[in-house]
Nanobody, 125 residues
């Protein structure tokens, strides 16, 4: 499975961005893929941001983004989106999408099997 993340950029505080994570390769229905977004700010560890099950029936968010970010899935196109609203300077980080071969959303990066390249999000004050 290959993951391609895109959509990062520079935005002012209070603005919005939408990140995309396109999956290719072994993405058939028989291969359950739960997708997560993580982020890593300079000098900090990578942290979980949001996750969604392959069915789209369940989502999870970090407390710091609840109510501002929305994760969704377009199964027909094997793409997961992260809509980020009301962005804050502290949201500045490199954002990574990741997928795991299991149904449960996990919050630890080591539980994910596949990773995309990062996309930079910079929020100016």
């Amino acid at each position: 499975v290959q993951l391609q993340a895109s959509g990062g950029g520079l935005v002012q505080a209070g603005g919005s961005l939408r990140l995309s994570c396109a999956a290719s390769g072994r993405t058939s229905n028989s291969y359950a893929l739960t997708t997560g977004w993580f982020r890593q700010a300079p000098g900090q560890e990578r942290e979980f941001v949001a996750g969604i099950r392959k069915s789209g029936s369940s989502t999870q968010y970090a407390d710091s983004v609840k109510g501002r970010f929305l994760i969704s899935r377009d199964s027909a196109n094997n793409t997961v989106y992260l809509q980020m609203n009301s962005l804050k300077p502290e949201d500045t980080a490199v954002y990574y999408c990741a997928a795991r071969a299991g149904a449960a959303i996990r919050f630890v990066e080591n539980d994910y099997d596949f990773w995309g390249q990062g996309t930079q999000v910079t929020v100016s004050s």
